[in-house]
């Protein structure tokens, strides 16, 4: 799922900045609150004809669950029932986006793409990073649905032509064996008329290696959609 980063990156930015600067925002799959200002302002690019499918690394090990629900319990409410937690945070869109853009060493576009990562949102201040949550959401085999929530918020993204067309997106393990996601991702993208080589899925080199047959099967339907 999106914000699996492993070693160091460059600040995350909002791949809607300003015409002459990448700010450090957040792209918010949420109205803003009251007294926060935001621009887009897009750029015309050519729009990408195929999708493209990338092998990334394998990703940190995940703290232990146990240590993590107890350092949550201590900081913050509402977390004595997890996957609870974890549901109500998809449906209040109490995560947020964040692009990491993509230097093109060559061409023209400076960006030509970005990374999706997220975040967790647990007060106006407080924005939990990858390893505070997503191994909860590992734990309690929730990440097909993060996965979905993720795909749904930039495909809405794109649909608005963002100056970044090509967002790129982690895809987990657990929703590799999800039959049902890329027929959704489909009607999405179709629904949305975003063109299919918009995103870039990313799955990593470990599923690759140890379970070639079932990325097989995962992608098989993806290279027929574009």
Known sequence: SAGREAGSHIPLLDIFPNANTLSPCALESRPRRPGRRHAERGFALPPPQSARILIMQQPNVPRDVEVLLREL????????????????????????LYAQPILALRGEQTFPMAEVLVRLQEDDAVFLPPGGFLPLFEHFRLLPQLDRWVVRQSVARLARLPRVRRLCINISTQTLSDLEFVPELESELGRSKVPPGSLIIEISEHDVLVRPDVVNAFIAPLRAIG
């Not at 509402?78 to 937690?85: A, L």
């Open 73 to 96: 319990n201590q900081d913050f409410m509402g977390w004595d029932d997890p996957p609870n937690r974890l549901l109500r945070a998809l449906e209040r869109d109490e995560l947020v």
